[in-house]
């Protein structure tokens, strides 16, 4: 037996549900049938009353906690939140953990097979919003029995999905945590997305998404998104701390190999993600973030789109994080009190950029217990042994 | 046990009222008064602690510095605006009571009185800045950088044309006290002001 960590939650095994009833998209066209892998921790009581969702962001996953077995190098990518004793305390709290519709780790999505050809979805699979992931994810819920979740909780795109699901199923939704996201893309945010598809797209190996069947993958492209993804994920600050302007080796050598360190750490993290993720997936998860706008039906009033919600909500941003920068969370912050919703926004000070919302942060750590024992107890829910 | 100037606070709140709580704290005034009165509304707080605190209790708080305004807020959108105690520390005391004003009709407004007579005694006797329950900073490093008297309040209320509905003050030791009635100026240590525009918008 491999041993671990007190807080951890250990050996967790993904599980697959399989949906027959077709989803209508938001795009117009349904998903006959579709999987959604998923990960619990901790135990749901009896009243069903525990539950927690977490959603992810653009490449994320259902492994957001925890070890698949003894040989994984890291756990989960949400480790340092989830566990015994943790923010997301797993001893009392039951967490439900998805890989979203149209993602590339076990869910339908393109890589899967497409029922009515017999090939890949590939390009061909629908576009997805975020609606359609709450959706989606309310009929995880059904089948697990859960009615309510205590907590719909999520970072970035995740917490986008978290606002979604307080205004598509209020009485569905207890709490609400929206972590370093943004009521809707800026220009800017789209224009980086752009830039991140155009590298795809423009892979001699996309093959217009069909590249499984031509047995390969637009590696370099999907690796100088991901390369310009990163750059937004990190703050100017923290490149300069980890890198400076520290070269390779002693001298320049008035090339074009990698010179400075920053160059070496971005190719290291293009190369690694474009051999991990799939393409079309990328570009998916791009285009739901450049879709999602809820104040949009409502004229661009932002405070009459919330007005559903019926949940207390813990808005949270980060103060180096450009990305989606503290103003946005405000702006949201700002919506939800007009609305006279129960909100509390925090302004967490890090260092990290976008990036921030994964780590460990003592202030970040404190706020985020406070918020999830508060719901605990406003619950009573016991410490489950 | 609430402060005094809270327990006062918590009697001229009215039912029901939707409320904004300016350098809310530890959020102990809106927890009870959402308890005792169904009071609804948000903090105002940059102290970290005092942030965590309101989660903890599940009051709503807003991680705002008061210096950059009440922007934020629509004209006329709460019922009434509190500030404990932070009046002093602002930048711009004055410009905060118009802010309070403008999103309220009315407001409750409590600050150290400078001219409480122990403060006095240290200033005018032994010739140094006061040092009190109330005022428990040096005068290097306090936050407090435009203390005032209750003299000096009422004065910028008039001079503004605002309404003062009521008054009273906290004291340390003398608590009820005749003299504190009659001379508040002197014997207040801490000024209670409840203050009200006089027309609409």
């Known amino acids: 037996m491999p041993e671990y960590p007190d807080d951890s939650v250990g050996l967790v095994t993904p599980q697959t549900a399989h949906f027959d009833d077709p989803l209508a998209l938001a795009c117009g066209r349904t998903l006959p049938a579709y999987d959604l892998v998923y990960e619990t921790y901790g135990t749901l009581n009896a009243e069903r009353s525990n539950a927690v969702l977490i959603c992810h962001a653009l490449s994320g996953h259902h492994h957001a906690a925890g070890y698949h077995d003894a040989d994984e190098r890291k756990p989960g990518w949400w480790d340092a939140h989830i566990g015994p004793g943790k923010s997301i305390d797993t001893n009392r709290f039951f967490v439900v953990s998805l890989?979203?519709?149209?993602?590339?780790?076990?869910?339908?999505?393109?890589?899967?097979?497409?029922?009515?050809?017999?090939?890949?979805?590939?390009?061909?699979?629908?576009?997805?919003?975020?609606?359609?992931?709450?959706?989606?994810?309310?009929?995880l819920a059904d089948r697990l029995g859960i009615e309510r979740f205590a907590a719909v909780i999520g970072g970035s795109l995740g917490g986008m999905q978290a606002l979604q699901w307080s205004l598509?199923?209020?009485?569905?939704?207890?709490?609400?945590?929206?972590?370093?996201?943004?009521?809707?893309?800026?220009?800017?945010?789209?224009?980086?997305?752009?830039?991140?598809?155009?590298?795809?797209?423009?892979?001699?190996?996309?093959?217009?998404?069909?590249?499984?069947?031509?047995?390969?993958?637009?590696?370099?492209?999907?690796?100088?998104?991901?390369m310009v993804g990163h750059i937004t994920y990190l703050s100017e600050d923290a490149m300069g701390t980890k890198f400076g302007r520290d070269l390779r080796s002693q001298d320049l050598n008035f090339g074009y190999d990698v010179?400075?360190?920053?160059?070496?750490?971005?190719?290291?993290?293009?190369?690694?993600?474009?051999?991990?993720?799939?393409?079309?997936?990328?570009?998916?998860?791009?285009?739901?973030?450049?879709?999602?706008?809820?104040?949009?039906?409502?004229?661009?009033?932002?405070?009459?789109?919330?007005?559903?919600?019926?949940?207390?909500?813990?808005?949270?941003?980060?103060?180096?994080?450009?990305?989606?920068?503290?103003?946005?969370?405000?702006?949201?912050?700002?919506?939800?009190?007009?609305?006279?919703?129960?909100?509390?926004?925090?302004?967490?000070?890090?260092?990290?950029?976008?990036?921030?919302?994964?780590?460990?942060?003592?202030?970040?750590?404190?706020?985020?217990?406070?918020?999830?024992?508060?719901?605990?107890?406003?619950?009573?829910?016991?410490?489950?042994? | 046990m609430m402060r005094a100037d809270l327990e006062l606070i918590h009697r001229w709140v009215p039912e029901g009222a939707h409320i904004l709580d300016l350098a809310c704290g530890d959020g102990i005034l809106l927890e009870a008064l959402a308890r005792d009165k169904g009071v609804s509304g948000y903090g105002l707080e940059i102290d970290p602690e005092g942030i965590t605190a309101c989660i903890a209790k599940g009051v709503s708080v807003l991680e705002q510095n008061l210096d950059e305004g009440l922007v934020n807020f629509?004209?006329?959108?709460?019922?009434?605006?509190?500030?404990?105690?932070?009046?002093?520390?602002?930048?711009?005391?004055?410009?905060?009571?118009?802010?309070?004003?403008?999103?309220a009709r009315e407001c409750i407004i409590t600050f150290p009185n400078f001219a409480y007579w122990r403060h006095r005694v240290h200033l005018g006797i032994r010739?140094?800045?006061?040092?009190?329950?109330?005022?428990?900073?040096?005068?290097?490093?306090?936050?407090?950088?435009?203390?005032?008297?209750?003299?000096?309040f009422e004065h910028l209320c008039r001079e503004k044309g605002l309404r003062i509905t009521d008054r009273a003050v906290g004291i340390g030791d003398h608590e009820g006290h005749w003299a504190t009635r009659l001379w508040p100026n002197l014997f207040g240590e801490i000024a209670i002001f409840r203050v009200e525009r006089r027309n609409r918008r």
């Open chain 1, 99 to 139: 890989n979203n519709l149209g993602g590339c780790h076990g869910s339908t999505g393109p890589i899967s097979l497409n029922p009515a050809t017999g090939r890949q979805w590939g390009p061909d699979f629908p576009m997805l919003t975020v609606s359609d992931w709450v959706h989606s994810q309310a009929r």
């Open chain 2, 74 to 103: 629509e004209d006329d959108t709460y019922d009434l605006v509190v500030m404990t105690q932070a009046l002093q520390a602002l930048r711009r005391p004055d410009r905060m009571l118009d802010e309070m004003l403008r999103v």
């Open chain 1, 259 to 385: 010179e400075f360190q920053v160059e070496s750490y971005l190719r290291y993290q293009g190369d690694t993600f474009s051999t991990a993720f799939d393409a079309n997936t990328y570009l998916l998860m791009t285009k739901a973030l450049d879709y999602f706008d809820p104040a949009a039906e409502h004229g661009g009033v932002l405070a009459e789109a919330v007005a559903p919600s019926r949940c207390p909500f813990l808005v949270v941003s980060f103060t180096s994080d450009w990305r989606f920068p503290p103003s946005r969370s405000r702006e949201l912050a700002n919506a939800l009190t007009r609305a006279g919703k129960p909100v509390s926004y925090v302004n967490i000070d890090s260092p990290h950029g976008h990036d921030a919302f994964l780590l460990p942060e003592p202030r970040y750590q404190a706020v985020f217990a406070a918020f999830m024992g508060r719901v605990a107890r406003e619950l009573g829910l016991e410490e489950i042994a």
């Open chain 1, 168 to 226: 598509t199923y209020p009485e569905r939704v207890a709490n609400a945590v929206i972590i370093a996201a943004t009521p809707k893309l800026s220009a800017q945010n789209i224009a980086f997305n752009e830039v991140a598809r155009q590298a795809i797209r423009s892979d001699p190996d996309f093959h217009d998404g069909w590249y499984a069947e031509h047995a390969t993958a637009p590696r370099r492209g999907l690796k100088l998104a991901r």
């Open chain 2, 127 to 152: 010739g140094y800045m006061p040092v009190s329950k109330s005022l428990p900073h040096a005068w290097y490093d306090t936050p407090n950088i435009h203390l005032s008297t209750f003299n000096d």
